[in-house]
C-alpha cells in the first residue's frame, strides 16, 4: 500500500524566514510521481511541482526548491524569505504508474502560517 | 481555458436529502478525478473515469454515491440520502492521459454541510 507522512501538523514562521515542509513517503512500486500542492484558505488545491522516481536532482523555483531523497524515502520543500502570501496548507502527494488509475494519495499537509 | 470548474461551491442540505454535484474539465482532458476531503485531512480518492468509463471506485463510495461523466466531458457525483459524515469538501480534478508523467489540476471544489 501507499502512504504519504507529513509529521509537521503545523508550522509557524516569521516573514523572510526560510521554512522546510518534511515529507516521507511508503511505495513498493519502481516508478512512482511525488507531488507538492498548496491549499490556500480559498480551498483550491495549486499544483506546485512533480518529480519522478528516476529524477534525484534537486529543483529550484523562485524562492521555492524540492530535495528528493530515494535513500530516504523523502521529499521536502523549502520556501527561502518566506513571505505571509506563502500561508496556506501545503500537501505531498504519490502516484503510481502501476495499476492504471494513477490516483493520488495524499499527506495530511502542513498548515504554514507566514506572521509579518 | 480558465481550468477545473465546479458546481455550487457551498451546498448545505438536511439529513436524508439528494444532493448532485457538477465538474467540469480542463478541456481535452480525458482523466476526471473525484477527491474527498474532511476536515484536517489530506484529499482522499473516491473515483475516476477515463473519457466516460468509470474505471475506479474507492471503497469509501457507498452504494449512495454515484458518478457519471456522459459523453466524456462534465461529471456529475450524485449523493443520495445524505448523511452528516457526508459532510466534506468534494474535489475533482482531471488530466490528459499519456504514457506517465500526468498532472492532476484540481477545481475549487464543492463544500457540503448536512445538517
Known amino acids: 500500500a501507499q502512504k504519504v507522512t507529513q509529521a509537521q501538523t503545523e508550522i509557524s514562521v516569521v516573514e523572510k524566514e526560510d521554512v522546510t515542509l518534511d515529507c516521507v513517503y511508503e511505495?513498493?512500486?519502481?516508478?512512482?510521481?511525488l507531488f507538492w500542492y498548496k491549499q490556500p484558505p480559498s480551498g483550491e488545491l495549486v499544483f506546485l511541482i512533480r518529480?519522478?522516481?528516476?529524477?534525484?536532482q534537486n529543483e529550484i523555483s523562485g524562492r521555492y526548491s524540492w530535495n528528493f531523497q530515494k535513500s530516504t524515502s523523502s521529499f521536502n520543500f523549502t520556501i527561502t524569505a518566506s513571505q505571509v502570501v506563502d500561508s496556506a496548507v501545503y500537501f505531498c502527494?504519490?502516484?503510481?504508474?502501476?495499476?492504471?488509475?494513477?490516483?493520488?494519495?495524499f499527506g495530511k499537509g502542513t498548515k504554514l502560517t507566514v506572521n509579518p | 481555458d480558465t481550468g477545473v470548474s465546479q458546481d455550487p461551491r457551498h451546498k448545505i442540505t438536511k439529513r436524508g436529502q439528494n444532493v448532485t454535484f457538477r465538474c467540469d474539465p480542463i478541456?481535452?482532458?480525458?482523466?476526471l478525478y473525484w477527491y474527498r476531503q474532511t476536515l484536517g485531512q489530506g484529499p482522499e480518492f473516491l473515483t475516476y473515469?477515463?473519457?466516460?468509463?468509470?474505471?475506479?471506485k474507492s471503497r469509501l463510495l457507498s452504494d449512495r454515491f454515484s458518478a457519471e461523466r456522459p459523453k466524456g466531458s462534465f461529471s456529475t457525483l450524485e449523493i443520495q440520502r445524505t448523511e452528516q459524515g457526508d459532510s466534506a469538501m468534494y474535489l475533482c480534478?482531471?488530466?490528459?492521459?499519456?504514457?506517465?508523467?500526468?498532472?492532476?489540476?484540481f477545481g475549487p471544489g464543492t463544500r457540503l454541510l448536512v445538517l
Open positions: 478541456s481535452e482532458h480525458n482523466r
Open positions: 518529480r519522478n522516481s528516476f529524477d534525484e
Open positions: 480534478a482531471s488530466t490528459f492521459s499519456d504514457i506517465g508523467e500526468e498532472t492532476q489540476y
Open positions: 473515469f477515463q473519457n466516460e468509463a468509470q474505471l475506479e
Open positions: 502527494a504519490l502516484s503510481s504508474t502501476q495499476g492504471g488509475s494513477e490516483k493520488l494519495v
Open positions: 511505495t513498493r512500486d519502481t516508478t512512482y510521481y
